[in-house]
């Protein structure tokens, strides 16, 4: 499981590409990274998710509401954020002459 | 006034002794000394790409750090519904946001540096290359 864990690099991130093997150091910790950003994404879709029965079961109370609707509301946009860490890796990584070691099937 | 003209005319005589090849001597030098550079980067823009790219590979994953930390603001922020806190993680999400513009117009910074300084067609010719060579110490 951490093996399997250990093994996921960011945005397909390919290590053995020519562009990212002078930087070594960078695609090791991208790829220690992955790992946690697997984790959070994870955890943002749970917490979302939460938030929405949150909403629902808060019945005609609107207090609970009102803290129902603030919870997804906010754990959308974290999720967003989170998920967005894909895409700021490989808008980054093209400006420092590292090209080809991207691949993301939708962009 | 004779002092400053004396440190003056002291400081010109060391300039042209030290500069001059042969004006102290007055034998022609035939034994050189030779200087190795003690770095495996020959030029200054080679050290500064070198240094630039270490930067760099510490600087993009402190940037995905950020960017993961203040999504975990917003969500943590949205838990506690506090308005103080949401505004907290939206500054977070903004500097992260600005730091990373800086990040990438990180060589057009360095262009337009060598631009002022060397004039266009260098510039292009000395276009930073962001790179890790092994630190080998020439012997």
């Excluded at chain 1, 079961?57 to 989170?82: C, E, F, P, Q």
């Excluded at chain 2, 000394?33 to 760099?56: I, Q, R, S």
């Excluded at chain 2, 603001?73 to 600005?98: C, D, H, P, Q, Y």
């Excluded at chain 2, 004039?119 to 010719?125: L, P, S």
Aim: net charge neutral; charged share 10%.
């Amino acid at each position: 499981m951490i093996n399997a864990l250990a093994s996921i690099t960011p945005p397909n991130l390919n290590c053995a590409s020519p562009g990212l093997k002078a930087y070594s150091a960078l695609c090791n910790i991208l790829g220690a990274l992955g790992a946690i950003i697997l984790i959070l994404k994870l955890a943002a879709v749970i917490y979302f998710i939460y938030g929405i029965g949150k909403y629902v079961g808060a019945g005609g109370d609107t207090a609970k509401a009102k803290a129902g609707r603030s919870a997804m509301l906010y754990g959308v946009i974290g999720l967003a954020v989170i998920f967005g860490v894909d895409v700021i890796i490989a808008y980054l990584l093209p400006f420092f002459g590292i090209t080809d070691a991207i691949n993301i099937p939708f962009i | 006034m004779l002092k400053k003209l004396s440190t003056l005319l002291g400081s010109i005589l060391a300039f042209i002794l030290l500069t001059v090849p042969g004006a102290g001597l007055a034998g022609e030098v035939t034994d050189f000394v030779e200087f190795k550079n003690p770095l495996a980067w020959d030029t200054l823009n080679d050290l500064v790409g070198a240094v630039l790219g270490m930067l760099v590979a510490i600087a993009i994953p402190v940037a995905v750090v950020m960017f993961l930390l203040a999504g975990v603001k917003f969500i943590r922020a949205g838990a506690s519904g506090n308005s103080g806190e949401i505004k907290k993680a939206k500054m977070a999400l903004l500097w992260t946001m600005v730091g990373l513009a800086i990040l990438a117009s990180l060589s057009g910074i360095m262009y337009m540096v060598n631009e002022f300084f060397l004039g266009e067609k260098q510039a292009q010719e000395a276009q930073i290359q962001y790179q890790i060579k092994e630190p080998i110490i020439n012997d």
